[in-house]
């Protein structure tokens, strides 16, 4: 949403398949619903230590610069109309995608008639947090990677420091604990070891990149063999 995003990976366009830049993202309301769920966001200063900030207050993006509507170039994406109401629209999408994860958090322990099992994957190492400094400049930068980086006083933070600190296990897209929607609130331990909120008859894991799971033959066995058999 800051950066935009390169569908055939790695940010390379494919004919008919093209990048979508932050400005395409921000005209997609689903896309806020995807934000981390409240009050659950990994975020650190330039100290490596806890930063706590709402997602879901457009002020919040707008001091960080993140917010498309301040980008030099938002003039040349969109038409003089839609520029006026971009701030009035914003605000609503934010609220909205709070209240959507307000409403995961509603009667997650009732039981359903329908068995659900939780396959994924746990083998690469995925996102998880973000670092907000201020450059030598003092101005304020956002870092979504194990780049290493100054700190406004010139001292460095390395590369490995950062990716013990912001990446974890997951899928390469979505982490465990989201997967296993142990971020909602009311998620529980389970007597297997892990915590989630869903009532999940069994839980277990693939090695696969988020993307070609379907596709991923230890996937398919669990599915069409291990689990349709039960």
Not at 71 to 93: C, G, H, L, M, W
Not at 133 to 152: C, G, I, P, V
Not at 165 to 193: E, H, I, N
Request: net charge positive; glycine share 6%.
């Amino acid at each position: 949403m800051v950066k935009g995003y390169a569908l055939g990976g790695g940010g390379i366009n494919i004919p008919f398949i093209q990048s979508l830049s932050k400005y395409d993202m921000f005209t997609l309301p689903a896309i806020f619903q995807l934000l981390p769920h409240s009050g659950t966001i990994r975020v650190f200063d330039e100290n490596l230590k806890p930063l706590k900030i709402d997602i879901y207050n457009p002020e919040t993006w707008e001091k960080y610069g993140w917010a498309v509507y301040d980008d030099p170039k938002f003039s040349k994406e969109f038409t003089i109309q839609e520029q006026a109401q971009a701030k009035a629209y914003f605000r609503v999408v934010l609220s909205r995608a709070k209240r959507f994860h307000q409403a995961l958090d509603a009667n997650i322990n009732a039981k359903s008639a329908v068995p659900i099992y939780l396959l994924g994957s746990e083998c690469k190492p995925t996102l998880d947090g973000m670092v907000i400094y201020r450059d030598e400049k003092f101005r304020w930068r956002t870092l979504f990677d194990a780049d290493e980086f100054k700190r406004s006083d010139g001292t460095k933070v390395s590369g490995k420091e950062l990716k013990e600190l912001l990446f974890v296990k997951g899928d390469g897209v979505v982490t465990q604990r989201s997967f296993l929607t142990s971020t909602l609130t009311g998620a529980k331990p389970r007597k297997d070891g892990f915590q989630t909120a869903l009532l999940a008859q069994h839980v277990s894991f693939a090695c696969g990149v988020h993307n070609e799971l379907l596709s991923n033959a230890e996937v398919q066995n669990r599915l069409f063999i291990d689990l349709v058999s039960k």
